[in-house]
C-alpha cells in the first residue's frame, strides 16, 4: 500500500456574516468528507467517481494535504508490521489505555493528519505580554481616572470610563468565543464595534445614575468635561477589545498543528493534475518557467543547464516532441491537450510517484482525451506512477481503474474492481449511475433508472443511510425521519380534509410524532395509505404503528440502523442495508 | 414541406488575423417534431449555425452565402423587425451554459416572463399564471418563480432555461450543449425532460452537442460536423453503429463505453484545423488514416450514400468533388 486513508474527515465551516456568526448556535460545518478509508496500491490506478459535490475532490486535495483535513490519518508508505499493530492497537483501543498510546505513537510516526497542541510561539508570548500591558495601562488610567475624580463635579467620566473598559472586554470576549470562529478580520472589526461602543457608553451611565438627560446630552456631556480622558479611553478602548479579541483567535487557531509526518519532503512525491488546463496554467509564464518552477522551489538542480535539462526530458516524456519547439511558448499558444501535457510535465518533472488527477481529461475534447489518457498510463509503466483518478464519468473509470470508489455526499457507498464495480454493481446509487451513463451506441439506450431530485445539502445530511431519500429501493430501517413521513402524507393528502389534523401534528422524538387530539380518522387514513401507497412513497414504509391513550395517538416510526461499508467479496465493499455478505451477491458471482 | 431548411449555409467572421470560414456549405432539413443532433469538436461551427438560424451572430459574424428557410420564409434575407417576430416566437433557443445565461439580479419569474409580455399582448398577471405553468411544466415547484438564480442548483437553473425556450409555444427549440457541465444524473433527468416535452408538445428540435453519446440518446437524426463543414449525415441509429465517414468512426470509437469491452478508446490524433487558412482539399486529410493523394487536393462533396445517409469521403466513389463556389456576398449581417 502507497497510501492509506483512514476515516478521513474534511468539514468546512459555513461563514455567515459576523452577526450571525455569533447569534446562531452552534457551528454549521459542511461535511465535505465524512470518513472515508481507501487504500492504494503501489502501482495502480484507483479511481474516485460521484457527482459533483460529493467530496471526491476533496479527498483527493486532502491526501495531498491541500486542505486542512479535521479528523482521520492518511498513511503513507507505512511498512505492512507497522500497519498490522496499528490496525490491532486500534481495535483493541477503547478499552486498553497502553494500545491506545501505541496506535497514538504510530499515527505521530506515519500520519501526515496527526496534529499536537503546540506549545506557544514566540509571536503569541509577545501578544501576550502586549495585552497584559495595555490592560495593565488601561486599568491604571481608569483607576486614576476614578479616584482623582471621585470628589470632583466631573465624577462620571470615571464611571463612564470604567463602564466602557468593561464593555471593551466584553466585546472581545464575546465576539470570538464559540459558535464565532474568528479570523484576522474579527478583531479589526470588534475594535471597531467598541469604538463605536465607547461614544454611547455614557447614555445607560447617566440613566443608572437617575439623571434624565437626552442621549445626545449624555454623550455630550460627558465629552465634554473631560477631553483628555475621553481621548485616552477612546484610543485604548478599541485596542484592548481588539487586542483581547486577537489574544482569543490567537489560542483557538493555533493551538493544534500539523505533527506527523513531515509533508515538506513529500511534496516531491505526492503530485497533482489539475482539471482545467485552460485555468491551472499561468498564461503570463512560459512552458519553461511553468516546468521549472517546481524545481526551483524545491531546490532540486545544481545548475540553471540540468534545469533546462531536465525541464527537456519531462517535456519529451509527455509527448511535446522537439522540447526545444514548446519552452518558450505561453500557454495561449498551445492547444487543449498540449496544455494538459504542460500540467502533467510540470507534475512529473519532480519525479513523483503518487499522482492525484483530478479530472484530467474532463476539458478536452474527445478525440484528444484519448492521448493524454494513454500518456498517463505509458508514464505509470514507465516510471511505476500510482494514480488516483478522480472523475465523474464512470465511462472513464470503467477503462482506466483497477479499481474504483464510488462516493456520495461524504463517504464511499461502493468500493471494488472495476469488474465488480460496473458490470456488478451492488448499492443502488452505483446501479443508477451506471444506467444513466450515455452510451454512443443507440442500441443500448435501454432501461435507465434516473434518480430523483438532487443531492442534499452536505451541511444537512440526512441520517441513516445517507442516500435513502433517493433510493428507489429504500425500505422501513434506512433512515426515515419523522419529518419526511409527515411530508410524505401531506403530499398524498394534497388539499383534503386530512391534510389539517396532518399539519398540526408535532414531531415529538427523533422516531415519532404526536397527531392532534380526536384523530381517529385519520388513523385509518394514514394505515390505509401505508397499505396501499408505500410503493409509491417510501417513507411511508418507516410507519411502525400508532400507540398511546385516546387523547395523544402517536406514530411511531422503525428505529435505524448504521450502515456500514461491509466487504461481501473479497475486494468488494458496500455500504447498503439490503446488501448482506451472505445472500444475494454469492448468487450474482455464480451467475457470472 | 419541411419544418427548417438550411441550404448551402456560409459564415465568416472578421478578425485581426483575417477571416475565418466557420461555416463553410451546411445543408439539412428538420421536418416538423424531428430531433436533430449537431455534433462534432470545439470549434467545428455548431453552435455558429445554430446562432445563425436565429440571425443571433456576433458583430464580427455574417451570413456570406447560402439560404435558411423556416416554414417556407427565408431567414438569410429577413428584415430586422421580422427577425424580432421570428425570435422566440418561432425559434428559441437553450443556451450554453446555464450558470451565465440568467440574469442574477432579477427573478426568474420575471425573466420567463419577459419575453411572452414582449410577444404578446396580454396582462402581466397572466403572464406570471403562464409562467407559474411554465416551472410546473418542466418539473419545478411554481411558488420559486420569485426566487433568484443564485438560490437555484445547476440542473434547476437548466430547466428554467428550458421553460424560457417554452415560454412563447416556439415550433423550434435549439439547445446548445443543454447538459454540459451537469452531473451525469442531472443530465439524464434533462435529457429526460426535454424528450418528454418533445413528445407532449410536438416540438422539433436542434440538439448541439460534443458528446456523441448524449445525440445518441436523444435525437433521430445527426449531423456530424468538422472543420465547418458536414462530414456525414443521416439517422442516429445508421450512424453510430455503421459509421461511414473516417472522422465519425474516430469520434464513434474515442467514446469510452460503459456497456462494452475493456479498452482504451482510440484518439484522433493531430489538432482541430485552423479555420482561417484552412487545409487544402478534404479539410480532415491531415488527421485522416485513409487519406490518399485526392484528398488533399480535391474537397469532397457531400453526397447520398443511401435515402437516408450522407457523406462526404472520398473513399465512396460516388463522391464527387465540390464544384466551384460563388464569391461571396455578403447578405445579412
Not at chain 1, 471597531?192 to 437617575?210: D, R
Not at chain 1, 485555468?279 to 522551489?297: D, G, T
Amino acid at each position: 500500500m502507497i497510501v492509506r486513508v483512514r476515516n478521513l474527515k474534511v468539514w468546512f465551516s459555513q461563514r455567515g456574516g459576523l452577526l450571525r456568526e455569533m447569534v446562531s448556535r452552534g457551528s454549521k460545518w459542511v461535511r465535505a468528507v465524512d470518513g472515508v478509508d481507501i487504500d492504494v496500491r503501489r502501482g495502480e490506478v484507483f479511481c474516485l467517481v460521484g457527482e459533483s459535490g460529493c467530496g471526491k475532490t476533496t479527498t483527493g486535495k486532502a491526501i495531498l494535504r491541500l486542505v486542512d483535513v479535521t479528523e482521520g490519518d492518511i498513511f503513507l508508505e507505512m511498512p505492512e508490521e507497522e500497519y498490522a499493530r496499528y490496525d490491532e492497537a486500534v481495535r483493541r483501543g477503547s478499552e486498553d489505555p497502553e494500545a491506545e498510546s501505541a496506535a497514538r505513537e504510530l499515527r505521530r510516526k506515519f500520519s501526515l493528519t496527526w496534529k499536537e497542541r503546540r506549545p506557544w510561539t514566540m509571536n503569541q508570548y509577545l501578544l501576550v505580554a502586549f495585552m497584559v500591558t495595555v490592560a495593565g495601562l488601561g486599568c491604571t488610567a481608569g483607576l486614576t481616572a476614578l479616584l482623582s475624580l471621585a470628589a470632583s463635579p466631573f465624577a462620571d467620566i470615571g464611571i463612564v470610563y470604567a463602564f466602557s473598559f468593561a464593555l471593551a472586554i466584553a466585546i472581545g470576549v464575546v465576539g470570538t468565543l464559540p459558535p464565532s470562529r474568528p479570523s484576522k478580520r474579527t478583531s479589526l472589526i470588534l475594535g471597531i464595534v467598541s469604538f463605536f461602543g465607547w461614544f454611547l457608553a455614557p447614555i445607560p451611565t447617566f440613566y443608572f445614575k437617575g439623571l434624565s438627560l437626552s442621549a445626545a446630552d449624555a454623550i455630550g456631556n460627558a465629552w465634554g468635561s473631560n477631553f483628555f480622558f475621553f481621548i485616552l479611553a477612546g484610543i485604548s478602548v478599541p485596542v484592548i477589545a481588539a487586542g483581547v479579541a486577537q489574544g482569543i483567535a490567537v489560542y483557538r487557531l493555533r493551538s493544534t498543528e500539523y505533527a506527523g509526518l513531515d509533508i515538506r519532503g513529500l511534496r516531491k512525491r505526492l503530485q497533482l493534475i489539475f482539471q482545467d488546463p485552460y485555468e491551472s496554467l499561468n498564461p503570463k509564464q512560459s512552458v519553461y518557467e511553468i516546468v521549472a518552477e517546481p524545481l526551483r522551489v524545491n531546490r532540486l538542480t545544481k545548475s540553471p543547464e540540468e534545469t533546462a535539462a531536465t525541464v527537456a526530458n519531462a517535456l519529451t516524456d509527455t509527448g511535446l516532441r522537439p522540447p526545444e519547439e514548446f519552452m518558450f511558448r505561453f500557454p495561449h499558444e498551445l492547444s487543449g491537450g498540449q496544455r494538459q501535457r504542460v500540467s502533467i510535465a510540470a507534475g512529473l518533472v519532480l519525479q513523483p510517484d503518487f499522482i492525484v488527477a483530478d479530472e484530467p481529461v474532463s476539458m478536452l475534447d474527445v478525440s484528444i482525451r484519448t492521448e493524454i489518457l494513454q500518456l498517463m498510463m505509458d508514464l505509470r509503466k514507465s516510471r511505476g506512477l500510482t494514480y488516483l483518478f478522480i472523475t465523474h464519468d464512470l465511462s472513464l473509470a470503467w477503462i482506466l481503474a483497477d479499481r474504483i470508489a464510488v462516493m456520495y455526499l461524504g463517504k464511499i457507498v461502493e468500493q471494488g474492481t472495476a469488474e465488480q464495480v460496473v458490470v456488478h454493481p451492488k448499492h443502488p446509487y452505483t446501479q443508477a449511475l451506471i444506467s444513466v451513463v450515455p452510451s454512443p451506441d443507440p442500441r443500448h439506450k435501454a432501461s435507465r433508472l434516473i434518480l430523483k431530485g438532487e443531492r442534499p445539502d452536505p451541511v444537512d445530511i440526512p441520517r441513516g443511510c445517507r442516500f435513502h431519500p433517493r433510493c428507489p429501493v429504500a425500505f422501513e430501517r434506512c433512515g426515515w425521519s419523522p419529518s419526511e413521513v409527515l411530508d410524505a402524507l401531506l403530499d398524498l393528502a394534497g388539499d383534503g380534509p386530512m391534510a389539517t389534523p396532518l399539519r398540526a401534528a408535532q414531531i415529538d422524538s427523533p422516531l415519532s410524532f404526536r397527531l392532534p387530539p380526536n384523530s381517529g380518522e385519520v388513523e385509518a387514513w394514514i394505515r390505509e395509505q401505508k397499505a396501499s401507497q408505500a410503493e409509491a412513497h417510501l417513507a411511508l414504509k418507516a410507519l411502525r404503528g400508532i400507540t398511546g391513550p385516546p387523547a395523544a395517538r402517536r406514530v411511531v416510526l422503525f428505529g435505524l440502523e448504521p450502515v456500514p461499508l461491509v466487504e461481501i467479496a473479497p475486494e468488494n465493499l458496500v455500504a447498503c442495508l439490503r446488501v448482506q455478505p451472505e445472500t444475494p451477491p454469492a448468487a450474482e458471482i455464480a451467475a457470472a | 414541406m419541411a419544418l427548417l431548411e438550411v441550404k448551402d449555409l456560409r459564415i465568416e467572421f472578421t478578425t485581426q488575423a483575417g477571416d475565418v470560414h466557420a461555416v463553410e456549405g451546411v445543408s439539412f432539413t428538420l421536418e416538423e417534431g424531428q430531433a436533430l443532433g449537431l455534433a462534432g469538436e470545439s470549434g467545428c461551427g455548431k453552435t455558429t449555425t445554430a446562432l445563425a438560424l436565429m440571425r443571433l451572430l456576433p458583430y464580427n459574424g455574417r451570413i456570406v452565402g447560402g439560404s435558411i428557410k423556416f416554414h417556407g420564409r427565408e431567414i438569410v434575407k429577413a428584415s430586422e423587425t421580422m427577425m424580432r417576430k421570428i425570435r422566440w416566437k418561432d425559434i428559441s433557443i437553450v443556451f450554453q451554459g446555464a450558470m451565465n445565461s440568467l440574469n442574477p439580479v432579477q427573478r426568474v419569474g420575471k425573466q420567463i416572463a419577459e419575453p411572452i409580455l414582449l410577444h404578446e399582448d396580454i396582462e402581466e398577471e397572466d403572464a406570471m399564471k403562464r409562467v407559474g405553468d411554465l416551472l410546473e411544466l418542466v418539473g419545478i415547484p411554481r411558488k420559486r418563480s420569485s426566487e433568484y438564480p443564485h438560490e437555484f442548483s445547476g440542473g434547476m437553473r437548466q430547466r428554467v432555461m428550458i421553460a424560457m425556450a417554452l415560454a412563447c409555444n416556439p415550433r423550434l427549440v435549439i439547445a446548445d450543449e443543454p447538459v454540459t457541465a451537469l452531473d451525469v444524473m442531472i443530465q439524464a433527468q434533462i435529457l429526460e425532460l426535454l424528450e418528454r416535452l418533445r413528445k407532449e408538445l410536438n416540438l422539433s428540435m436542434i440538439l448541439i452537442s460534443h458528446d456523441l453519446s448524449v445525440i445518441a440518446d436523444t435525437c433521430d437524426k445527426v449531423v456530424i460536423m468538422y472543420g465547418g463543414k458536414i462530414a456525414e449525415a443521416g439517422a442516429t441509429n445508421e450512424i453510430f453503429t455503421d459509421p461511414k465517414h473516417p472522422y465519425t468512426q474516430g469520434l464513434v470509437a474515442a467514446f469510452p463505453d460503459i456497456r462494452g469491452q475493456r479498452f482504451m478508446p482510440e484518439a484522433i490524433p493531430g489538432n482541430v484545423p485552423s479555420l482561417i487558412s484552412p487545409p487544402s482539399g478534404c479539410v480532415f486529410h491531415p488527421r485522416c488514416k485513409f487519406a490518399f493523394d485526392r484528398c488533399t487536393v480535391a474537397e469532397p462533396a457531400l453526397t447520398d450514400l443511401s435515402p437516408s445517409r450522407q457523406a462526404a469521403c472520398f473513399l465512396f466513389p460516388e463522391v464527387q468533388e465540390v464544384s466551384a463556389r460563388p464569391a461571396p456576398t455578403p447578405t445579412a449581417k
